[in-house]
């Protein structure tokens, strides 16, 4: 083998000592001493030459950073010399050859981690049930009845007070007289609609959107339409009397039923927010006597109830509201019922390879009796 060669080859050997730690320094001086036995016996022209490059390779060894001591692989000195000396003998005849343009590469056997062995991702298990944020617990649609109509204005007529009253008749005198009046009221229906855009290829390579679009867009249809009827519902509800001096949450309740019953109106439903519904929960019997319900108000798998009427309780009720009232007399009208549609052809969808979700519905909320529904205030002081 010519020196050159010889040269050519250790230079290939140094580039692979170069990745080895400080700690094994002496696994490479002993590598070195190996190596120049090996190459004694092949060609002991060189050995002048291949000494020279011997040196080289151990004044880098002597150089490497000791930092990378940190960062190698934990195995047994003796174990990893044993392994270097065989890899370097048994490719012995390849190393003649390195060359530029023709190099090896010798590796050390050892205990395989993920870090260190595996080129890409693990495997994965996938769920593609999509832990979705949750709806309102309770929507103004769940209280109220609803009535479909064909075009976009409801007309229901509303009765007044209206004068006299009927009476036991006076013989010989005139019966007495009762007039009524009424009142022709409008209500338009308005689109509470939404859509989301996505792309063709973002519906082939997430399947779960099939199923998770229509839930999705569901959800924040009834968030907008209870943020609609709501506003509706406070601006035509008749203001509660009731004031919180002298009285609980339960007793201004129980008194707002018994003035709604006293008026002939049923109540149905009472409606709070979550925390007024669970500060009821935690009514105290006097201060400082403990938690105590009065018999009237029940509690049982999970639904509340004052003198057997549901309590519910709403996130879309503005902080300490609360409605008492006969829900009989509200009514959500239909022009066009909710809708959920997909358009690959909407805009520029075809084109573009998007696809449009559009959901929608014409509606309204008609509050027929004002008087019949109460909005109260927790905290309303005299």
């Known amino acids: 083998m010519e020196a050159l060669e010889i ?65 190698s692989v934990a195995v047994k000195s003796d174990d990893y010399f044993t ?8 490719k012995f005849d390849e190393i003649k050859s390195v060359r530029k343009g023709n190099s090896i590469e010798t590796k050390v056997v050892g ?18 049930d999509v832990v979705m944020i949750p709806g309102q617990m309770v929507n103004v649609s769940d209280l109220v009845g609803s009535v479909n109509i064909s075009g976009g204005t409801y007309t229901f007529v509303r009765e007044g007070v209206g004068e006299g009253s009927i009476a036991t008749q006076t013989e010989g005198s005139n019966k007495a007289q009762r007039d009524y009046d009424f009142t022709m009221v409008d209500v338009n229906t308005d689109f509470i609609a939404g859509f989301a855009r996505y792309s063709k290829k ?26 609609a009827f709501y506003a509706v519902l406070a601006a035509a509800a008749t203001d509660s009397p009731q ?19 006293g008026l002939n109106y049923t109540v149905n439903a009472v409606v709070v927010t979550p925390a007024d519904f669970y500060s009821i929960l935690l009514t105290e019997k006097s201060t400082g006597a403990g938690y105590g319900l009065p018999g009237v108000v ?5 639904q509340l109830r004052i003198n057997g009427i549901p309590v519910y309780q709403a996130t879309w009720m503005a902080a300490n509201k609360y409605f008492v009232g006969d829900w009989s007399r509200v009514t959500k009208v239909i ?48």
């Open 202 to 227: 973002m519906a082939n390579n997430l399947p779960f959107l099939t199923s998770f679009i229509p839930k999705a867009l569901r959800r924040d249809y009834f968030i907008a339409e209870n943020a």
């Open 111 to 128: 205990n395989m981690t993920l870090p260190v062995n595996l080129t890409g991702a693990q495997p994965k298990d996938y769920n593609f």
């Open 335 to 382: 022009t066009e019922g909710l809708s959920l549609e997909f358009s690959e052809h909407e805009g520029t969808n075809f084109v573009a390879n998007n696809i449009t979700a559009r959901i929608e519905s014409q509606t309204a909320l008609a509050v027929e009796q004002p008087a019949a529904i109460l909005l109260g205030d927790f905290t309303a002081v005299a």
């Open 243 to 261: 004031i919180i001096t002298g009285s609980n949450k339960v007793e201004m309740l129980v008194k707002d039923i018994a003035l709604q019953q």
């Open 298 to 302: 029940t509690f049982d798998n999970g």
């Open 83 to 90: 392994n270097v000396t065989k890899s370097i003998t048994d």
């Open 7 to 71: 040269k050519t080859a250790l230079d290939g050997i140094k580039g692979q000592v170069e990745a080895k730690s400080t700690e094994q320094k002496a696994e490479v001086k002993s590598m070195i001493e190996a190596l120049e036995a090996k190459m004694k016996e092949e060609n002991g022209s060189a050995i002048s030459e291949l000494k020279s490059a011997l040196e080289a390779i151990q004044a880098h060894a002597d150089k490497l950073d000791v930092k990378l001591q940190e960062k």
